[in-house]
């Protein structure tokens, strides 16, 4: 749970994130053609085609911004949080069933981080 809540708020911040924050030009999955959850989301068979040649023009070298904005203004981002969400509720759910030990308290100290990180 806590590697799905990494990779969903990563995938995120690839839709609204700033370089200098991350680390990576926002945008960046796209240009390499890496179809994340935030896309997912906003797929439907009706758009779907659209879609892929959007894709496919960024992979070429177009600006993502089109695609970027489409995926926001969809709630593509909205549902990739609810998302991280049930991820952050599984992994806090499981540390609650563990009994105690040294670093346990870091760890729910990492799903919270995870679940605000820059997104």
Do not use: C, W
Request: glycine content about 8%.
């Amino acid at each position: 749970a806590v590697g799905m809540l990494f990779q969903i708020t990563d995938d995120i911040m690839d839709y609204r994130g700033k370089e200098e924050e991350t680390g990576k030009p926002v945008g960046k999955d796209l240009r390499e053609g890496v179809v994340t959850f935030p896309i997912l989301a906003v797929t439907t068979a009706e758009n779907m085609e659209a879609l892929q040649k959007e894709l496919d023009n960024v992979m070429k070298g177009e600006d993502p911004s089109y695609l970027l904005q489409y995926v926001k203004e969809n709630g593509g981002i909205e549902a990739t949080l609810a998302l991280a969400a049930e991820y952050g509720d599984k992994a806090t759910v499981a540390l609650d069933k563990l009994p105690s030990f040294e670093g346990k308290d870091r760890l729910y100290q990492i799903v919270t981080e995870l679940i605000a990180r820059h997104i």
